[in-house]
């Protein structure tokens, strides 16, 4: 398994940008499938975007495609999200969730979540 740690959650305002970091901590950490999830109140949680262990393959749910950026950076065991033209349905627990190839995600290891709030 893998520990995360989510950062940069917080209140903007609609059409603001905000940027998500998960820190991990080093072992095995690039061999993971790293994504993000989401849940808002009384939602389940959705699944936001994911990206392979290399940074080559990337996939995003539509309600944030063309608006949201997943990247990671191995060398410092970071995975990012950048979330541009925020809106207020947006507004959610962000969660970082890793996973080797060919196990669920809720076999995963999940970060504890971060706030983010997107006001009107």
């Known amino acids: 398994q893998v520990q995360l740690v989510e950062s940069g959650g917080g209140l903007v305002q609609a059409g603001g940008s905000l940027r998500l970091s998960c820190a991990a901590s080093t072992r095995t950490f690039t061999s993971y499938i790293m994504g993000w999830f989401r849940q808002a109140p009384g939602k389940e949680r959705e699944f936001v975007t994911s990206i392979n262990w290399s940074g080559s393959t990337t996939y995003y749910s539509d309600s944030v495609k063309g608006r949201f950026t997943i990247s990671r950076d191995n060398a410092k065991n970071t995975v990012y999200l950048q979330m541009n033209s925020l809106k207020p349905e947006d507004t959610a627990v962000y969660y970082c969730?890793?996973?080797?190839?060919?196990?669920?995600?809720?076999?995963?290891?999940w970060g504890q979540g971060t706030q983010v709030t997107v006001s009107s």
């Open positions: 969730a890793g996973r080797e190839a060919n196990i669920p995600w809720n076999r995963g290891s």
